[in-house]
């Protein structure tokens, strides 16, 4: 039953459009920018072993066949068609899709068609001030096209997001940035940014982060420590604890994003906060056959309509097989053992079952459930 | 053999007197003072899984019927048939129990009574001072009552216990403050508070920890991340390390309660310092049908002589029993495990479930056996 | 096939040459300076436990047998003979031994004899200061004899190791210290310490790391929290973060010791920075019938070329016995469980093996493979 259970996909990036060779995919596996150690290959991770685990025979090869006969045979397909068989077998139903990241990736139109699914659009906050801020004269005019743009990207978009948890620890701070301190920082980083700067100031960050609190859309927040560019103690379960503190009773939501290795903290902070989710995606996906494991301890604390399926996955459509595979069986494997145990009644594995995968997601986003139904 | 086991349970509290409806039983399984986020409900949590997995065959129902069954059925049979009917089927011997908190719970003898067991008393230090601090006049008479009442509470009590680890993290600066600096702490304490008011000045709490140390009686910390109202930080195992350093060799042992997600930094310190013990209570309690898995990770490290069986239960007896069911069944499961697989020997296994059962607690609070031998 | 595996032990120490009664070799296995808790020994722990399953057969008794019948079998048998046959068991073709500690222990050579395999040694560098200041007049005489040291032991070790992570944290400041500091540093601590005296100070322990990191040779970072004396905060994985930061693109490669209970964490920067390799010793030999479970843990994100076998035994040969059983146990249970599901191939779980067991090891430290091949 849990096979055959639909998804929602609530955290993904699209995938490239151009042919891959062997490095450039192995790169994308690692999700890195520079290359493995020599004499090793990011094919030796999980995440390599659980796309030549599950992939190849939806191209119609061996599984664990060899990375170069299965790239091979994805050229020989080519990259739409690949994509549209790999996508295909996720049965994810609707993808929500982070449109902020840089490169050459499928949006949310084109993940739909490939995918055979629906798809929303998920909006990251630092690319959308780092476009109004190219457009803008001055801190008034820079100040006031933000909050227009937040306001107006709520009207579409299904969640906003944010790297700055990562990357900008003290950025944050509970409370809301002052509007002096604003001004402040838009003006400095007016004069020292050339067009198309990144936004690294912590003030902006934590503007952002409070303009978008206000839209009553979910938040998701980057955690964890996946990032090699995030600073030291950027991934403390701390600086979230504090955050999700001084947004209680706000009325808008948080999901937490890739809070592995402290998924524990994250789950035990959703049975804490009413308003705090707890996202699956890169704890699953990127530990492969460790999945499980993962799931089980995620499943500790955390209240049962507080936990998202997700893939993260980018760039690769292997990646969203993945994330769904490596969901599904984790799933069976850890609620199937407790109701094997007598720990849980099966009917209850089905109903949370059902939950994780789908409905928590549909209630937080107000996704209709593919009958028309909200 | 484990299924009869009898046991110490080193921490716990007593219940409510009163009826429950559905909304009152399912805020106590939370443990929460707010509701469920909208949508979900404390029930879908492993401890509510839990009590619908142990709790109705006691009072003659299915296992895993719904709540509101449960809970018709407990109104029939009264709060004090039922509350009997599910205390006596824990095989706890001996309560130990924390009279420190708000709110209408029975006290040691009354849980004696409805279990069947002996009771004896842990004195929680805040209200004790908070008592104090009503029926004191001035700083000298406060602080002269204080030592008084930590020691006369310490002729009848087995232990003193103090969330101060939890709320206030800095509290644990290794040494005890200056006299000076307390009677500074005091005066200030009594201006600004009305009858009634809570302890909060993080160099009373550690004046009040060191009284307790001088006692001689263990003294149970409350740490790890289980209280939100921590502030962030707050459950960081290194203020644990550094007051585990700084009362090293004063003869007074040391118990750590609820370190989870960090029992596994617990048991380290139990290892690494002869006078630090480490509860299992809440790790195992709420984590239901995960205990297993987390029983087996805090017997990485802890030496076996060092843990102590808890359920720390309150308000609901159902909680009680959810703790000494999940214990004794991830205790046959772990060590039944390593049976079976030749790690350990069926005898030594025999000798450390008892150990950790109620041999620890017996020898470290000084209890006797229950056949009059110490 | 992984029984047969041969292993290089990649971090352990040499072993007592005196006879050992039962209260020495107790205070060993718990590898503290203190004696247990009342009421408890050393013996009822995951190490004690493996050592009785494990080491009685090898010397002629039963498995479990009780601690005083095995060491009177020891003795019968006298040090040597016994440490023969213990080291002989393990299957280790090459020992890379840290001859840094202080007291009796046997050196490479006698290890090599002993265990009938290789030995290389591993300098550590706090005691190569140690040396150095004994020797020297003055500041600048300090200065160059170290630097003198470290080169000319590079030419004949294959690592470096330092235990500056765990004692002094904030010595792993990511950058090196000016000369200017280092100089100071150096005359304080020549005028303070006398003969034999510690080195502790956080600039020159700096120092000493950036010229090992200038040789070369793999540098080898005692990190987590198996060191009571390790100030708070020591084993936070922020720190090491922030040295494999400043570390990255010069050459030199970094092996994480002993991070557990953070070794998610080290797994996690092995696959974030190409130089960051982990140790997988005491995580494995201190948990006895838990290995497995924490091998799999460093499996989920650590790249598998990244991953390095050693017993980090000292003192008693029971312990590198207990290393490599260990590990071959866990290796069989957790690589055949996922062979078992279909989730790893055979042959890569073959190869991942031999990889973590030895090859790793050989590539990264220029080991030649027994059969004369680099």
């Known amino acids: 039953m849990i096979e055959s259970l639909s998804l929602v996909d609530q955290y993904c990036h699209g995938v490239l459009r151009t042919e891959l060779g062997l490095g450039t995919f192995e790169a994308q596996l690692g999700g890195r920018v520079g290359p493995a150690a020599p004499g090793t290959t990011f094919f030796d991770t999980q995440t390599g072993f659980a796309v030549r685990r599950w992939c190849p025979p939806l191209l119609g090869l061996e599984a664990h066949c060899p990375p170069a006969h299965y790239l091979a045979r994805r050229r020989e397909l080519g990259v739409l068609e690949s994509g549209r068989r790999l996508l295909r077998s996720t049965g994810v139903t609707t993808y929500l899709v ?3 990241l840089p490169g050459e990736l499928t949006g949310p139109g084109e993940i739909a068609a490939a995918g055979a699914a629906d798809a929303r659009e998920i909006v990251r906050l630092e690319p959308l ?41 003290p950025a944050l701070a509970p409370e809301p940035p002052a509007h002096a301190e604003v001004r402040a920082a838009a003006g400095h980083w007016l004069t020292v940014r050339g067009p198309g700067g990144p936004l690294d100031d912590p003030v902006l960050l934590r503007h952002l982060l409070w303009l978008a609190l206000g839209s ?12 090699a560019r995030a ?14 503190s001084a947004t209680a009773g706000l009325g808008t939501d948080l999901v937490l994003l890739g809070a592995y290795p402290y998924h524990r903290h994250a789950a035990h902070l959703t049975s804490v906060f009413p308003h705090v989710y ?10 492969g056959a460790r999945a499980a494991a993962v799931l089980a301890e995620i499943l500790e604390l ?3 309509g507080k936990l998202l399926f997700s893939s993260g996955a980018r760039a690769l459509p292997e990646l969203h097989v993945v994330g769904a595979r490596v969901f599904r069986e984790a799933l069976v494997r850890v609620l199937g053992g407790w109701v094997a145990d007598g720990a849980w009644s099966l009917t209850d594995a089905r109903r949370v079952a059902e939950m994780i995968a789908a409905g928590n997601a549909r209630r937080l986003y107000g996704l209709s459930d593919g009958r028309g139904q909200p």
């Open 98 to 100: 982070d449109t902020g």
């Open 129 to 169: 001030a780092e476009r109004v801020a190219d457009a803008s004269c001055g801190v008034a005019d820079l100040l006031s096209r933000l909050a227009e743009s937040v306001h107006d990207a709520a009207a579409t978009a299904v969640a906003f997001t944010s790297v700055a948890g990562v990357r900008h620890g």
């Open 216 to 227: 009553g859309l979910p938040l998701q927040l980057h955690t964890g420590a996946r990032d």
């Open 231 to 244: 600073p030291a103690g950027g991934a403390d379960p701390a600086l979230v604890t504090a955050f999700a």
């Open 278 to 287: 707890a996202d699956l995606g890169p704890a699953l996906a990127h530990t």
């Open 302 to 304: 955390a209240p049962f």
